[in-house]
């Protein structure tokens, strides 16, 4: 087996048992208590939806379907389909937004992965620093959002972790 290239900091290259890692639980991150109800978790592990024919076809629907397939995408209680809808290339801008300001933080994270329809910058201000920190790798991110993140004291704060 080939050895694999080694990275600054003794990660890869079989190098893990070198590096101190931080248990879980011993990482602190920021709570998301934004204003308006913003949930953390919630979806199919949350009991909303089981996995089955019902929800496949909906998945599916929200991802390639027509303008009324996302308009009942959008207003899908279960926010694996609301985030599938994301992918849909007839998502307007104005769908867009509001799949941006969704009350489920994974459709507010699969929104800001959507490089077209300013996505990157509406995920830049928003309550959950996860959300602002999955901007920052988005394509189309302005150079203003851009250096509102990098003065952002909680995206640096979880970059800094992660980068341990």
């Not at 920021?30 to 978790?41: H, I, K, N, R, Y």
């Not at 994270?109 to 959300?131: E, F, Q, T």
């Amino acid at each position: 087996m080939p050895e694999q290239p080694r990275i600054p900091g003794g990660i890869g290259g079989g190098q893990f048992d070198r590096v101190h890692h931080a248990a879980a639980d011993d990482i602190e991150l920021p709570e998301d208590t934004a204003s308006g109800g913003v949930s953390v978790g919630g979806g199919a592990a949350a009991g909303v939806d089981g996995w089955g024919p019902d929800l496949e076809n909906r998945l599916t629907s929200a991802r390639t379907g027509d303008h009324h397939d996302l308009n009942q995408a959008l207003r899908d209680p279960n926010p694996m389909v609301r985030s599938e809808a994301t992918v849909n290339p007839r998502l307007t801008r104005r769908q867009h937004a509001r799949l941006a300001r969704d009350r489920d933080m994974g459709v507010r994270i699969a929104a800001a992965c959507r490089p077209k329809s300013g996505g990157a910058d509406l995920a830049a201000s928003d309550p959950s620093p996860l959300v602002r920190i999955r901007a920052l790798s988005s394509h189309g991110l302005s150079d203003e959002a851009f250096q509102q993140l990098d003065r952002d004291p909680d995206v640096q704060r979880i970059l800094a972790v992660i980068s341990q």
